[in-house]
């Protein structure tokens, strides 16, 4: 079975300049999640999505980020402009949205903002 | 707010040693909680997770050990070795293992030979 599969896995932009980062889940995982990692630090959710519904989007900074997941399978994260602060892994996760459905991570992207 | 309080921030254990990882945590609601392995470059690989209905669970040479009175969980790895070095993060979620993930700020585990 493969993995959660995310694209690019490295990405180095200057500040302002718009990012997208691409997510391919699990198959028949109907949840799916992003979340941001700093250096050092543990992840932290930006956005749950069960099938093409965002049902938890609180953590996202909306003047700047925006994240769609057409037809409840890929699932894109955009940044328009990047910040320097914005600099971090994304990673995207995904679950099969049983009752034990464990969170499978991909590898992340990892972005620099110059 | 940190939800989720971790200790140590790095560990250091000699091959075949015991490492051993806390948490605390604060909100009563979680109901969920895992630990995950991440070497450099991956992404947080699932180890083992507990649900506060029971005190211990132990997979392997990994045992959580839970106490729920103290709102504190532990992660155990036996017999530890240098494959095990990477940093470790625990999680806990009000939703199971669906819901939002609050991670610690990881563990840095070295095993010297």
């Known amino acids: 079975e493969a993995g959660v599969v995310q694209s690019p896995r490295y990405k180095i932009i200057e500040k302002k300049q718009p990012v997208a980062f691409w997510c391919n889940p699990i198959s028949g995982h109907n949840t799916l999640y992003w979340y941001l990692q700093n250096l050092g630090q543990g992840p932290e959710l930006l956005i749950r999505?069960?099938?093409?519904?965002?049902?938890?989007d609180s953590q996202l900074p909306k003047d700047r980020f925006s994240a769609e997941r057409l037809k409840g399978v890929d699932s894109t994260l955009k940044i328009q402009p990047a910040e320097l602060g914005d600099s971090a892994v994304y990673l995207c996760?995904?679950?099969?949205?049983?009752?034990?459905?464990?969170?499978?991570f991909g590898p992340g992207t990892r972005l620099t903002v110059t | 707010q940190q939800q989720v309080k971790q200790s140590p921030q790095s560990l250091i254990v000699q091959k075949g040693g015991i490492s051993i990882i806390n948490c605390a945590y604060e909100n009563t609601a979680f109901d969920y909680f895992p630990w995950y392995q991440q070497f450099p470059g991956k992404g947080p690989a699932l180890l083992i997770a507990?649900?506060?209905?029971?005190s211990e669970k132990k997979e392997g040479r990994f045992t959580i050990s839970f106490n729920k009175s103290a709102k504190q969980f532990s992660l155990h790895i036996m017999d530890s070795q240098p494959g095990d070095s990477a940093t470790y993060f625990c999680a806990a979620s009000s939703r199971g293992s669906q819901g939002n993930l609050i991670f610690g700020k990881g563990t840095k585990l070295s095993v010297k030979p």
């Open positions: 996760a995904s679950s099969s949205g049983t009752g034990k459905g464990e969170q499978y």
């Open positions: 999505y069960e099938n093409e519904e965002a049902v938890d």
């Open positions: 507990i649900r506060p209905d029971v």
